[in-house]
């Protein structure tokens, strides 16, 4: 972000009580928001759109999304979901218990909306965070597929920001079936109504969530992808939401761009995050207002 004071976030961390903190089970569970509000007075509410990051990323990194939307006049909301950013460090649930994050989004807008009158609200989401976004608007985990993962029946591919994160997670958490019952929660439906359009950036866990869900979609959907993404390849991550999603709409972002380019600090395309951003911008303007 320029450096000015207009343009800095305002940052504040909420406390979800209905959730445990997971480092401290007697705490109640942290959400840090960064908030930029609109940058152009208009009448009425402003449109919100929320930024959730990728798996081990921090809302504090996505600028490149968050600034275009910025610059086109949303209030921009981003997220630090607990256990999956770097800020306060990596806990196996972070990157596990996926379902979680879409939570923390619903929290934070019932939190915004105790303040204020919301305006229409969009989610637009990188990696682990298109998913989030979809879980916003109905997707949902298939719980067997889930099982599987967790017991080692389906392989999960290694998780670079947290190699081992499966063993951790058995340490913390015995499998048996008391704990099979209590993953009932990720296959809940976790839509949230205020959502009225989410784009999606290489987005992850397309191969864990259920067609039948999807199909139920009803907002409007974009959806952009590298062409040469080894972390989120198109088959296994994004052609599940791109053709079950009867509103989604996406393109390839370039046949060479990498699931990295959308983060790294020296992307091998440096213009994807830009083009990608402004089509988000677009995108929320034509179906937000």
């Known amino acids: 972000m320029p450096n000015s004071e207009q343009t800095q976030p305002l940052i504040r961390v909420l406390h979800d009580e ?3 903190d997971l480092r401290d089970p007697t705490r109640p569970r942290p959400i840090r928001l960064y908030l ?4 152009r007075p208009q009448d009425g509410p402003a449109p919100v759109v929320v930024v959730s990051h990728g798996t081990g990323g921090s809302g504090s990194s996505m600028e490149w999304l968050v600034r275009p939307l910025y610059e086109a006049g949303f209030q921009v909301l981003a997220l ?4 999956n950013n770097y800020v306060d460090g990596y806990e196996p649930e972070g990157f596990l218990h996926v379902w979680e994050r879409p939570r923390d989004v619903s929290f934070a807008l019932d939190e915004l909306a105790r303040e204020q009158v919301l305006g229409p609200v969009g989610v637009a989401g ?6 989030t976004a979809a879980a916003l608007a109905g997707a949902r985990v298939d719980l067997q597929m889930l099982w599987a993962v967790l017991t080692g029946t389906l392989p999960l591919p290694e998780i670079p920001e947290f190699p081992g994160a499966l063993e951790a997670l058995r340490k913390k958490y015995p499998l048996n079936e008391s704990s099979r019952h209590a993953l009932d929660a990720a ?5 949230d109504p205020r959502v009225r359009a989410i784009f999606q950036v290489a987005p992850g866990v397309g191969g864990l969530v259920t067609p039948e869900s999807l199909a139920t979609v009803r907002v409007p959907v ?3 992808w590298g062409g040469a993404d080894t972390v989120n390849p198109y088959d296994v991550d994004t052609r599940p939401y791109l053709e079950h999603i009867p509103t989604a709409r996406g393109c390839s972002a370039g046949p060479d761009v990498r699931h990295d380019d959308f983060f790294a600090p020296e992307p091998a395309d440096p213009t994807v995050r830009i083009r990608v951003g402004r ?4 995108f ?3 179906h937000l207002g």
């Open 18 to 20: 209905s959730r445990r």
């Open 36 to 39: 930029w509000e609109q940058s």
């Open 80 to 83: 630090d979901h607990h256990g």
């Open 126 to 131: 990188f990696s682990l965070g298109g998913y």
């Open 187 to 191: 296959a809940a439906d976790l839509s």
């Open 222 to 224: 974009g959806i952009r």
């Open 279 to 282: 089509e988000a911008a677009a």
């Open 284 to 286: 929320f303007q034509q």
